[in-house]
């Protein structure tokens, strides 16, 4: 499958936010909003260009692209879908990103980026219910049991992680337990429960174009 291979600093500087996207580097000085907090390019320091309505809303995209690491067909699959549902579409969009499990996982403060969560998933290192998943996707539902497996927990990167799970500010919807490196899913999390600095009526109002 197809990924972003260039510098994930140019994305979080191109955004002018930190996107949290190299776990603890983003926590200390040597985050690239902190040194270079200007749009990546030549003339990027001396940019002032005022964005255009559409402009803003192509931002607001690539943003949340970023933050949850999608392509742009994978995004464009979940707003569809969120589409299709009853309720308020970017709030239900939101909602499918965040009960993804590699995102779940993150939540968790099971590793501290999203990037290392789907490479961990990927590695069969996690179990749903009981039952080992391997695809960073899988949509999660009310009441779903997420662990690492038995095998995994002495992996460095998880052990780490999870001494440090205070900074991933672990949300309410959520429930975990140190010991046995479990987390539920409690329930679907409201807009003011998801944390993320994101206007997600732009995004609607661009697909709706």
């Given at each position: 499958m197809a990924k972003y291979m260039g510098a994930k600093c140019r994305q979080c500087r191109r955004e002018g936010i930190r996107l949290y996207l190299k776990g603890e580097r983003c926590y200390t000085d040597k985050c690239a909003i902190e040194k270079r907090g200007y749009?990546?390019?030549?003339?990027?320091?001396?940019?002032?260009?005022?964005?255009?309505?559409?402009?803003?809303?192509?931002?607001?995209?690539?943003k949340a692209r970023r933050i949850y690491g999608l392509l742009e067909r994978q995004f464009r699959i979940y707003f569809a879908r969120a589409e299709r549902k009853k309720g308020i579409t970017g709030e239900i969009l939101l909602q499918l990103l965040e009960t993804r499990l590699d995102n779940i996982i993150y939540r968790l403060g099971i590793v501290p980026s999203r990037a290392l969560a789907r490479q961990i998933v990927r590695h069969g290192h996690i179990e749903v219910n009981g039952r080992s998943v391997d695809i960073p996707s899988f949509q999660l539902r009310v009441g779903d049991v997420v662990r690492v497996r038995e095998k995994s927990r002495n992996i460095t990167t998880i052990k780490e992680a999870v001494e440090k799970r205070r900074r991933t500010e672990m949300?309410?919807?959520?429930?975990?337990d140190d010991k046995k490196l479990e987390g539920r899913l409690n329930q679907i999390p409201s807009r003011e429960n998801i944390p993320v600095p994101i206007q997600e009526q732009l995004i609607v109002e661009l697909y709706s174009k």
């Open positions: 749009v990546p390019g030549e003339h990027g320091r001396d940019r002032r260009i005022k964005e255009s309505p559409y402009g803003m809303q192509l931002r607001e995209k690539q949300q309410s919807w959520l429930d975990f």
